[in-house]
């Protein structure tokens, strides 16, 4: 059975029990403050799990496209080195919210896996919940008799809270799982070895197929446990592992899922899979990742060096990273797989054909980046082996070429292990350790339990028509962060401030208490589909009603960035061509930031269109027109645009100024005029394919006109009042231009002079023409002079000092064959005589600089220099 087939079936199976098919999320979540990736099938449905929403359809299926690399569920390190972990993987699931329960999700499970997919009823295992004495749980007694009616109970396998016990995180739902495993080893392996005995033993033939999740629990914030008022079901099966079963396979990386990307792999590489260990992992590792970090790219997220964009990052450079150790690519090739993995999943996920294009550019300048990266650390490292004494390299100094420069421990350990030296693996895990505790303790936030006043499931949002409302306090709970102190989240029934989404920053203002005193709302978020306000402190009467005040300038501020954006996207479609698509926004009440898909640089003439474009739809005073509520299907075909990697309803709502129409749930200004003028203040490149326009509207453009006059006025009272200062700086340049080079003459014939005489005050030490010496040069005439008088000399051996501007120089050259003769280096004598002018420096083993603050040093570092050829 092919994987689309088993896809289909799966769908088509919980349909027929009266599920409706909602479509995958985006794996990249945007407006969730808990998580960056979705890790699970639930994450999209959080909110009917906390009771937040009440579902539409109480029986749903899906398959959800996932990620696991961070945090708890991390599976990255595991990827490749067996046949059954990966990063990006599909997760096919049913779910019921407070509909049915363990009877029909244990009943169809077993239908679908045995008599559908014709799976052998021999070869599978289940486990139940045996009970935890820490939570007071006993045995999942009502599971364990609903299975033991279906399989015979020596194939029901007792799991411990580890293994069977489902959590959402540290607080929230939970509840007993039952697992359901497969066993596709030989008959002769089982008949040697019992089945039962390898479930979650980390065997790679006997392996979770499918997790049952039966949500009846909230764990609390002092570990407790309370009843759910509604009890949930919540299943996991893995997708390729299910293919792997009923395609006869031993591995994920078998199947029709794998088998096309890594044919390409071979082809590419020209290395086959199958023959090598080394290489087989090497080959699963790229294989998975490419389909990580094209579905991440699809959905918006391009690698970057902070938060989900550093995850995507680190999981392309470690297929990078393989290709380069292990299968000899020294050149870009991973982009080239985009094509194969659009073709065998394109029409799954049409993102992927729809993104094609600029996941190829995205990750081939990736590519070239890290190569660049690899090459450097390459010679980093040879200078840290050259400055190490005994053979073993300083774990810290290793952390350093990890941390700073990006270069792989295990590419390290294995260089070092080819040139006889080993690595202090302890040094390095305490200085990783010590990075993860300091990063921990950054973000680490405690969250006491919501303290629930009333039960109010509506919690409705009026700040499009409103910035003031009466309220009441629905719940509360205190927070506490290392960054940000103590703090209250307040969900109240109603609200006019709008909570951070969209690109647009949450609002910001005050409660009104009856007496009135005044709380401040220092920011809005959105949360499990609730609005939660931070304070620094509560209401003194929670049950009263309070008056809640959004920050009227800054929303008007912000709603003018945003309408200004959406003018902006119009105007690079029209002006730039519509393969131009929206890519990520910024919109705070100051500045605006607009990503967008561009091949090229914008030209001046292409940048005062844009503001020309846009202002003139300020100018022409076009009205807000918004529509509420409107099914889907109706607001694309009436021309709205959609953004990729965006969740969207059923019913969705349109903004449209003049024939600029998105979906959006921002706020905007009322008229276009509101907005007064748009200025864009730069423009370059993100990556590959993605240009990056930053601007300003209202009250920002006349601070900045402001600014610029005062700037301008300053400059023409320098240039004593000329009348085109441009004219008269272009002057001072051209002037200043031809001073440098006159001044760059005569340093080298004062160098050439100085080279005569320095001849004459060599001493001949052991062999070695040397000379420490105390120069008026700087580092420019240095470096020509010591390599003047290494052109025609061997056996040189100089160090050179000079003071300029306050600071303090030193400059070391050492002769090539005194470098290979006597171990000589340049890098390493610079940075310890670096200490005598309390600076550093480095460079290569024949020449090397160091810069320092105390000039005072100068004449210690010359008196040392004769020791090391001594």
Known sequence: MTSKETRKRFLDFFVDKGHKIVSSAPMVIKDDPTLMFTNAGMNQFKEFFLGNSIAKNTRVVDTQKCLRVSGKHNDLEEVGKDTYHHTMFEMLGNWSFGDYFKAEAIKWSWELLTEVFKIDKDSLYVSVFEGSDDDGLSLDKEAFDLWKAIVPEDRIIMGNKKDNFWEMGDQGPCGPCSEIHVDIRSAEEKAKVLGASLVN????????????????????????????????????????????????????????????????????TNHKYGKNEETDIAIRVIADHIRAVSFSIADGQLPSNTGAGYVIRRILRRAIRYGFTFLDTKGPFIYRLVNVLTDSMGEAFPELKDQKQLI??????????????????????????????????????????????????????????????????????????????????????????????SKDLEQEFVGYDTLEADVRLVKY?????????????????????????????????????????????????????????????????????????????????????????????????????????????????????????????????????????????????????????????????????????????????????????????????????????????????????????????????????????????????????????????????????????????????????????????????NGVQFLAKKVDLDAAGIKDLSFEMGSNMENLFLLFGTEQSGKALLSCYISKNLVAEKELNAGTIVRELGKFIQGGGGGQPFFATAGGKNPAGIEEALSQAKTYIS
């Open 477 to 765: 709970r205190k927070v506490t962060s290392k960054k940000q102190g103590e703090q209250f989240q307040l969900v109240f029934n109603l609200t006019p401030f709008y909570a951070e989404g969209g690109g647009q920053v949450g609002d910001k203002g005050y409660l009104e208490e009856p007496n009135g005193d005044v709380i401040y709302i220092i920011d809005t978020n959105k949360e499990n589909n609730e609005i939660v306000h931070f304070t620094k402190s509560l209401p003194k009467n929670l049950n009263e009603r309070l008056k809640a005040v959004v920050d009227k300038k800054q929303r008007q501020r912000t709603e003018a960035n945003h309408t200004a954006t959406h003018l902006l996207h119009q105007a690079l479609r029209e002006i730039l061509g519509t393969h131009v698509e929206q890519k990520g926004s910024a919109v705070h009440s100051k500045y605006l930031r607009f990503d967008f898909s561009h091949f090229s640089k914008l030209t001046s003439d292409e940048l005062r269109e844009v503001e020309n474009f846009v202002n003139a739809r300020i100018d022409g005073q076009l009205p807000f027109e918004e529509r509420r509520n409107v099914p889907m299907k109706e607001a694309m075909e009436s021309g709205a645009m959609a953004l990729f990697g965006e969740k969207y309803g059923d019913t969705v709502r349109t903004v449209k100024f003049g024939q600029s129409i998105e979906l959006c749930g921002g706020t905007h200004v009322k008229n276009t005029a509101d907005i007064w003028h748009f200025k864009i203040k730069s423009e370059g490149a993100v990556a590959a394919g993605i240009r990056r326009i930053e601007a300003i509207t209202s009250d920002a453009v006349k601070d900045f006109y402001t600014e610029n006059h005062q700037m301008l006025t300053e400059i023409k009272d320098l240039l004593n009042n000329a009348q085109d200062p441009v004219k008269s700086v272009a002057s001072l340049q051209e002037e200043n231009s031809r001073l440098k080079k006159e001044v760059e003459q005569l340093l080298k014939d004062k160098a050439k002079n100085l080279k005569g005489e320095l001849k004459n005050e060599l001493q001949e030490v």
């Open 201 to 268: 033993a980390d065997h790679p033939q006997v392996v979770e197929i499918w997790n049952l999740v039966f949500m009846q629990y909230n764990r609390k914030a002092d570990g407790s446990l309370e009843s759910l008022p509604a009890k949930h079901v919540d299943t996991g099966m893995g997708f390729e592992r299910l293919c792997m079963v009923l395609q006869g396979v031993q591995s994920n990386y078998d199947t029709d899922v794998f088998k096309p990307i890594i044919r390409e792999i071979e082809t590419i």
């Open 360 to 453: 190829e550019n995205v990750i081939k300048e990736e590519e070239h980046s890290f190569l660049n990266t690899l090459e450097q650390g390459l010679v980093l490292l040879d200078q840290v082996i050259a400055n190490t004494k005994d053979k073993k390299v300083d774990g810290r100094k290793a952390f350093e070429l990890y941390d700073t420069y990006g270069f792989p421990i295990d590419l390290t350990a294995l260089i070092l292990s080819e040139k006889g030296y080993s690595l202090d693996e302890a040094g390095f895990n305490e200085a990783m350790q010590e990075q993860k505790n300091r990063s921990k303790s950054a973000s680490e936030v405690a969250k006491e339990d919501w303290v629930v006043l």
